[in-house]
């Protein structure tokens, strides 16, 4: 369906991070600090931001139930609460332009559900996100961002955040 599919090396320009990307991004790793702790799952956090900088929605792991993803509780709240008046097109072409900010790499499988955050956020109609950290392979195998651009995602990784976003899930990680 996408002609780039046949182009995987493309547009370094269309992937490239803009200034607003590292305010957004920071954004999102303070969520992830409101986590309820757990000893088996990354603490995240999420912002879904709207290409005119307006914030559409926010998430961060367990914050609803012990089950949640971060940017699962993003996507479900952008559904769930559109702005007064909008259309279901407005809403969607809101979202086609619109840009989810993780502290996380997107899980493209988990433990706890069927859908993964990759999934959700392809079937939402996104087509940019920015990461801090790639996903360890400690509870399941990473390689969202990878599966993302596959189906025409761009993804654009801010490595300067990943320490930061690393260290709110450092007692996952030691030892
Ligand atoms: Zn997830």
Redesign the pocket.
């Known amino acids: 369906m996408r002609s780039d599919r046949d182009h995987p090396e493309r547009p370094v320009a269309e992937a490239a991070q803009t200034e607003a990307d590292f305010p957004w991004l920071a954004a999102a790793i303070d969520l992830s600090r409101q986590c309820p702790p757990s000893a088996s799952a990354f603490s995240v956090g999420a912002v879904l931001v709207a290409a005119d900088g307006s914030v559409i929605a926010t998430g961060y792991s367990r914050e609803r139930d012990p089950h949640d ?1 971060a ?2 509780v993003a996507l479900a709240r952008a559904a769930a609460a559109p702005p007064d008046g909008e259309t279901p097109g407005e809403a969607a072409r809101r979202l086609a332009k619109a840009t989810i900010y993780s502290s996380l790499e ?2 493209l499988r ?1 433990l706890s559900r069927p859908r ?2 990759c999934e959700l956020i392809v079937a939402a109609g996104i087509r940019r996100v920015v990461l801090a950290w790639l996903e360890p392979p400690l509870f399941v195998p990473g390689g969202g961002a990878r599966w993302l651009r596959e189906q025409g995602v761009t993804v654009a990784e801010l490595p300067e955040l990943a320490a930061e976003a690393r260290a709110v899930n450092a007692h996952l990680l030691a030892g």
């Open positions: 993803h940017e699962e997107p899980c988990r993964s955050c």
